[in-house]
């Protein structure tokens, strides 16, 4: 009982075969290879598996496969393909990492928010990122990334 | 010393650009082809049973599966300290979800659906669900077997009992002391358990191919003691550590959870029955509490004596750990506050009793803090109470009674040099000690609190660290070292003291994660002790490369050899200045001499470092006579907290934490550990809380019900203050830190309230709930 959905990924057009109950997450990992959207919970809860479809930061564990038929979905894969953009430059420099695990569903949370608000609040920064658990870095070193004037063009 | 460039500078984190364009591996990450196999597991419903029988034919003739496992298939024990664990269950179960038989199949949803068909009859035994109840003279016991087990020599379990170590620590009379104390006070302290929540989950891939020989990939902080372990249990197969490799991709966040083996070794056993098959276990979230290791649990006792001056006359802290179902690893919690449970304070007269008791809950285990977080709230809640009692200065009677280098500990070892004192003077002055703050809701109320920790790496005392340093063609090196980075840092760190020597930039240097074939051997990545173990062994390494460089110009080149020095990628000579020879020149292709042979080679160096003066046996009465911890690292901390009185509900102003690290080797890396593990150790105070019901079973194994921090929940502030008392043996004076900064959080925030609202609570967590139900009981509310 497969179906064939056809989207876009990360720029590029694609199509696979899913189950109607296949999880997007799974689907994007074992089927397409991209492997940046991680399981940390699979429920909803760490929001390590975020991407963006069509615009939106969505879980993508959350999300059945034949759902995207259509769709543009952008993972961490995609952001990097070009020049590192000044948020990932920023996260270097801060250290908002450690483990590095939380990472990719941060970045794509705050590539939403940098993209609708380029100088957002701390408080927006946070709000943002209220869904992505990190047990490494305490937060602090992300929304110092973020509140960079290197990313959050002020002045 | 020459100034030093690289080390004690920031410096950018060499997995940088992997882990922030996506491209780390994990292990879930890797791919296998198209044989890889799933494997899932049918777990015990009960927490203490017999297992009557197994009936694996409704599984097996699911289209799909391979084979269904059970105990049968491995009659083997294992353990890191203690071998009391088993592959899958054997003729009994211990706790709620522990493993009972697996089912293989070539596809995850078909392995999960079989695994429902496995029919398991067992037949029920009392549980014990608490330390306190196993104790008493009719429970049950879990391990009859317990005398038998192989164990460390330093572990003591009492037979026909469920007490499977008991680490006795006299020092002095304690009598005498408290006869001679103005105050005694007497107290118990309640800790329950605890969950490690990295992101990353447990996960295993084994491999083991027609030639007999098993490959593992593991989300681990222990590759070489996983290889250990993996190649002894499985010896009865024919297995010998030749055959095994280990390799650890990055790992999501460890915190001691990946330490040892826990659920790894079904990966390593199930490979062997499927030769030329990966096989692939992967934890999910619910396992991921219930099935590796949880911090452990623990009621303190304890008793504290002192004279009206401030000084500590004696100590007795009598702990007994609810420590699971096995306690292969988690016995070693035990021993280790055993040992230390007095805190960073030189006494004269000690009984420590640190009690290991089995129960039938989930296996207890290593968790960042080893123990110390857990017998710190106690000490450390006791000594401000005291200070109340006596009226005095809180911070005078830490100051008066801090341990100094060359104190006696409480084994008879004496204490390394350390800057308590100065750690205490500063955090006192960045918190604003003495200076009251007020709300400017007159519902709010602001408390200040101190509390200091210290801590050691729990080690065998040979345990060892290796590294490996290859250069190539352009200069640029390999670093191969098997300390794991577990998002700390190790690799960046490592990275600055080989630079720092060979004055290559750490931007050419890669250093690679484990694979116990190519790289050397590092007992674990645990005890925050690799900045210190393994950064002696890449410094011993860089000096070898440099010495084999230095030699080779002067043989070659017939150059002084006291001359000759490293200086920005190439060698330089104090007697002919201008000259310089690029490393790159000959660090592969060697130096061509005058008769146009070529000299030298590939400079590799070597490195390794072993604490040659730690042994580990002592009287097992009063654990005199050995030296079992390497060093200790201290430290202080302060904290400023806002509570609303008629909710409890608690924000954390701002807390300071200095600890003495020796030797900063990247202050930005001891930044990113300070808060971090602050925040990790307010949220074991203030909101996470491990439930079971009275069968057992956990009642919140998910993010959902246990809830760990948000960005929400961050203190507003949190300052870190690094001390350099240097460490005689450690690379440039360095000791670790990864532990110790959520090591005081509770104490700090018990502390806090009662300076706040006059409440004091004992038992964690301490949640608004408590605070309410505390001014309630006292009339406050
Ligand atoms: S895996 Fe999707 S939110 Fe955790
Ligand atoms: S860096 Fe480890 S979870 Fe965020």
């Known amino acids: 009982m497969k179906k064939t959905i056809h989207f876009k990924l990360n720029g590029e057009k694609t199509s696979m075969d899913v189950a109607p109950n296949d999880v997007l997450l799974e689907a994007l990992r074992a089927n397409l290879g991209a492997k940046s959207p991680k399981c940390g919970c699979d429920r909803g809860d760490c929001g390590t598996c975020t991407v963006m479809i069509n615009g939106r930061a969505v879980r993508s564990c959350l999300i059945l496969a034949v759902e995207v038929e259509g769709c543009e979905i952008l993972t961490l894969e995609g952001v990097s393909k070009g020049r590192i953009a000044a948020l990932q430059r920023s996260f270097v420099k801060h250290n908002s990492f450690q483990c590095g695990f939380c990472a990719p569903g941060m970045i794509m949370s705050l590539t939403e928010l940098l993209n609708h608000k380029p100088t957002p609040t701390e408080e927006e920064v946070k709000e943002a990122i209220s869904g992505n658990l990190c047990r490494c870095t305490g937060y602090t070193q992300i929304v110092e990334g973020v509140m960079d004037p290197a990313v959050s063009k002020k002045r | 010393m020459n100034e030093l460039k690289v080390v004690g500078h920031s410096s950018e984190r060499v997995d940088s650009l992997e882990k922030i364009t996506g491209a780390a591996n994990y292990v879930d990450d890797l791919n296998f082809g198209p044989e890889l196999l799933y494997a899932y597991l049918v777990e015990s419903p009960c927490a203490h049973a017999e297992i009557r029988k197994i009936n694996t034919a409704k599984a097996e003739r699911v289209p799909g599966v391979v084979k269904v496992l059970t105990g049968k298939d491995f009659p083997l024990s294992f353990g890191l300290y203690m071998q009391d664990r088993y592959v899958l269950a054997q003729d009994r179960v211990r706790f709620v979800g522990e493993q009972v038989a697996a089912v293989v199949a070539r596809d995850p949803k078909i392995a999960k659906r079989a695994a429902a068909l496995v029919e398991v009859t067992y037949k029920e035994l009392p549980p014990v669900l608490n330390q306190m109840d196993a104790l008493k003279k009719d429970a049950p016991l879990l391990h009859p077997g317990l005398k038998a087990y192989k164990h460390v020599p330093w572990f003591f379990p009492k037979g026909d009992t469920n007490i499977a170590h008991w680490r006795k620590t006299r020092k002095g009379d304690t009598e005498k002391g408290f006869k001679q104390a103005d105050f005694v006070f007497e107290d118990v302290y309640t800790v329950p358990r605890y969950a490690h929540c990295?992101?990353?989950?447990?996960?295993?891939?084994?491999?083991?191919?027609?030639?007999?020989?098993?490959?593992?990939?593991?989300?681990?902080?222990?590759?070489?003691?996983?290889?250990?372990?993996?190649?002894?249990?499985?010896?009865?197969?024919?297995?010998?550590?030749?055959?095994?490799?280990?390799?650890?991709?990055?790992?999501?966040?460890?915190?001691?959870?990946?330490?040892?083996?826990?659920?790894?070794?079904?990966?390593?056993?199930?490979?062997?029955?499927?030769?030329?098959?990966?096989?692939?276990?992967?934890?999910?979230?619910?396992?991921?509490?219930?099935?590796?290791?949880?911090?452990?649990?623990?009621?303190?006792?304890?008793?504290?004596?002192?004279?009206?001056?401030?000084?500590?006359?004696?100590?007795?802290?009598?702990?007994?750990?609810?420590?699971?179902?096995?306690?292969?690893?988690?016995?070693?919690?035990?021993?280790?506050?055993?040992?230390?449970?007095?805190?960073?304070?030189?006494?004269?007269?000690?009984?420590?009793?640190?009690?290991?008791?089995?129960?039938?809950?989930?296996?207890?285990?290593?968790?960042?803090?080893?123990?110390?977080?857990?017998?710190?709230?106690?000490?450390?809640?006791?000594?401000?109470?005291?200070?109340?009692?006596?009226?005095?200065?809180?911070?005078?009677?830490?100051?008066?009674?801090?341990?100094?280098?060359?104190?006696?500990?409480?084994?008879?070892?004496?204490?390394?040099?350390?800057?308590?004192?100065?750690?205490?003077?500063?955090?006192?002055?960045?918190?604003?000690?003495?200076?009251?703050?007020?709300?400017?809701?007159?519902?709010?109320?602001?408390?200040?609190?101190?509390?200091?920790?210290?801590?050691?790496?729990?080690?065998?005392?040979?345990?060892?660290?290796?590294?490996?340093?290859?250069?190539?063609?352009?200069?640029?090196?390999?670093?191969?070292?098997?300390?794991?980075?577990?998002?700390?840092?190790?690799?960046?760190?490592?990275?600055?003291?080989?630079?720092?020597?060979?004055?290559?930039?750490?931007?050419?240097?890669?250093?690679?994660?484990?694979?116990?074939?190519?790289?050397?051997?590092?007992?674990?990545?645990?005890?925050?002790?690799?900045?210190?173990?393994?950064?002696?062994?890449?410094?011993?390494?860089?000096?070898?490369?440099?010495?084999?460089?230095?030699?080779?110009?002067?043989?070659?080149?017939?150059?002084?050899?006291?001359?000759?020095?490293?200086?920005?990628?190439?060698?330089?000579?104090?007697?002919?200045?201008?000259?310089?020879?690029?490393?790159?020149?000959?660090?592969?292709?060697?130096?061509?001499?005058?008769?146009?042979?070529?000299?030298?080679?590939?400079?590799?160096?070597?490195?390794?470092?072993?604490?040659?003066?730690?042994?580990?046996?002592?009287?097992?009465?009063?654990?005199?006579?050995?030296?079992?911890?390497?060093?200790?690292?201290?430290?202080?901390?302060?904290?400023?907290?806002?509570?609303?009185?008629?909710?409890?509900?608690?924000?954390?102003?701002?807390?300071?934490?200095?600890?003495?690290?020796?030797?900063?080797?990247?202050?930005?890396?001891?930044?990113?550990?300070?808060?971090?593990?602050?925040?990790?150790?307010?949220?074991?105070?203030?909101?996470?809380?491990?439930?079971?019901?009275?069968?057992?079973?956990?009642?919140?194994?998910?993010?959902?019900?246990?809830?760990?921090?948000?960005?929400?929940?961050?203190?507003?502030?949190?300052?870190?203050?690094?001390?350099?008392?240097?460490?005689?043996?450690?690379?440039?004076?360095?000791?670790?830190?990864?532990e110790h900064t959520m090591i005081p959080a509770a104490p700090l925030i018990a502390n806090a309230i009662e300076d706040a609202l006059g409440v004091r609570i004992t038992s964690m967590p301490i949640t608004a709930e408590k605070v309410v139900a505390a001014l309630k009981k006292e009339g406050k509310l």
């Open chain 2, 198 to 738: 990295a992101i990353e989950v447990h996960g295993a891939v084994g491999l083991y191919d027609a030639s007999g020989r098993l490959t593992v990939w593991t989300a681990s902080q222990s590759p070489y003691t996983q290889r250990n372990v993996f190649a002894e249990a499985l010896s009865p197969l024919g297995i010998s550590h030749k055959d095994v490799r280990v390799i650890t991709p990055y790992v999501g966040g460890g915190f001691g959870g990946k330490a040892g083996v826990s659920m790894e070794i079904l990966g390593a056993a199930f490979a062997t029955k499927f030769k030329g098959k990966p096989v692939k276990v992967m934890w999910n979230r619910a396992q991921e509490f219930y099935n590796t290791y949880q911090r452990q649990g623990v009621e303190a006792h304890l008793k504290v004596g002192m004279k009206r001056d401030g000084r500590i006359t004696a100590v007795e802290h009598l702990l007994y750990w609810d420590a699971g179902a096995y306690v292969e690893y988690g016995a070693n919690v035990v021993n280790a506050v055993g040992l230390s449970a007095t805190g960073p304070y030189k006494v004269d007269n000690i009984k420590i009793d640190s009690l290991c008791i089995y129960t039938n809950l989930p296996p207890g285990g290593p968790y960042r803090g080893f123990g110390y977080s857990e017998f710190c709230f106690g000490m450390e809640s006791h000594l401000t109470r005291i200070a109340k009692k006596l009226r005095m200065d809180p911070i005078e009677i830490r100051l008066k009674n801090a341990i100094k280098g060359g104190d006696t500990l409480a084994y008879g070892a004496h204490m390394n040099p350390n800057g308590l004192s100065k750690a205490i003077e500063e955090v006192s002055k960045e918190i604003g000690w003495g200076k009251k703050e007020q709300s400017s809701d007159p519902d709010k109320v602001i408390g200040k609190s101190f509390a200091c920790f210290w801590k050691a790496p729990a080690m065998p005392p040979n345990a060892s660290s290796s590294a490996f340093i290859k250069f190539n063609e352009d200069a640029s090196l390999n670093i191969m070292v098997s300390g794991m980075e577990i998002g700390q840092g190790l690799l960046t760190s490592m990275a600055q003291i080989a630079s720092e020597i060979l004055t290559v930039p750490v931007s050419k240097i890669r250093v690679e994660t484990p694979d116990t074939d190519r790289n050397p051997y590092e007992w674990q990545t645990v005890g925050s002790h690799v900045t210190w173990g393994c950064g002696n062994a890449v410094k011993k390494a860089a000096i070898d490369c440099r010495e084999q460089i230095l030699d080779l110009v002067h043989r070659t080149l017939h150059l002084e050899r006291e001359s000759l020095y490293l200086e920005d990628e190439a060698v330089k000579s104090r007697t002919k200045p201008g000259w310089e020879l690029p490393l790159k020149n000959f660090v592969i292709p060697g130096i061509q001499a005058e008769d146009f042979t070529f000299k030298g080679g590939p400079i590799m160096g070597r490195g390794v470092f072993m604490p040659e003066f730690t042994s580990a046996i002592s009287d097992p009465e009063t654990s005199q006579g050995g030296h079992p911890n390497v060093h200790y690292t201290t430290g202080a901390s302060g904290l400023t907290l806002e509570i609303d009185r008629r909710t409890g509900r608690m924000k954390v102003l701002k807390v300071v934490l200095a600890a003495d690290v020796g030797k900063a080797i990247n202050p930005d890396l001891i930044r990113g550990q300070v808060v971090g593990g602050m925040l990790q150790g307010l949220a074991t105070v203030l909101y996470e809380d491990m439930r079971f019901d009275a069968k057992g079973r956990m009642l919140n194994p998910n993010f959902t019900d246990y809830k760990i921090p948000t960005v929400m929940d961050a203190p507003v502030e949190t300052k870190t203050i690094i001390i350099e008392v240097p460490q005689p043996d450690g690379p440039y004076g360095a000791r670790g830190v990864g």
